[in-house]
């Protein structure tokens, strides 16, 4: 007999982890960290039912455009400012989230997210389940699968 999978959370549930998280500021604040080379990461937490990240991010770092493998989400960004932009059957949507500024998703969401702005960005991120993979895609009208990634520590 195998054991029970974990039920997805929500994207609200996600949410309320992630604005928990970040109010741990004893948690996350010591650990953060800056690198020049590409935005840094660190996990805080990883239960059977969600997981938790911390990333900073100086002016000019990004992610590729990606989803999260069936994973629903949340962010929420602690210090500067995050540019977004969101993909689906229409043009990308760019919104840019300011310190306390939150973002949810479900489970087929593909976004990119980018310092664009003059100072260091910190954000806290939940996902349920926990991420296992990424897909990484290009935009040129539509959506351009690139390749698919195991996520690792």
């Avoid at 998280?21 to 690198?35: K, V, Y």
């Avoid at 938790?52 to 989803?67: A, F």
């Avoid at 760019?94 to 664009?116: C, I, K, M």
């Avoid at 991120?125 to 698919?148: C, E, I, K």
């Amino acid at each position: 007999m195998s054991a029970p999978t974990p039920a997805a959370l929500t994207p609200a549930q996600l949410t309320a982890t992630a604005r928990e998280f970040a109010a741990r500021t004893d948690l996350w604040q010591p650990a953060a960290r800056f690198t020049p080379d590409r935005r840094w990461y660190r996990r805080l937490e990883r239960t059977d039912d969600f997981e938790v990240w911390l990333l900073t991010w100086l002016p000019g770092q990004g992610t590729e455009i990606h989803n999260h493998g069936g994973s629903s989400g949340a962010f929420t960004v602690v210090q500067g400012a995050l540019t977004e932009r969101s993909f689906g059957a229409d043009e990308p949507i760019t919104r840019t989230l300011e310190a306390g500024g939150l973002r949810s998703f479900g489970p087929t969401y593909v976004h990119q997210v980018t310092n664009t702005g003059d100072v260091p960005a910190i954000s806290v991120h939940a996902y349920g389940p926990a991420l296992t993979v990424q897909s990484y895609f290009a935009w040129d009208g539509a959506l351009q699968l690139l390749r698919t990634e195991a996520v690792d520590d």
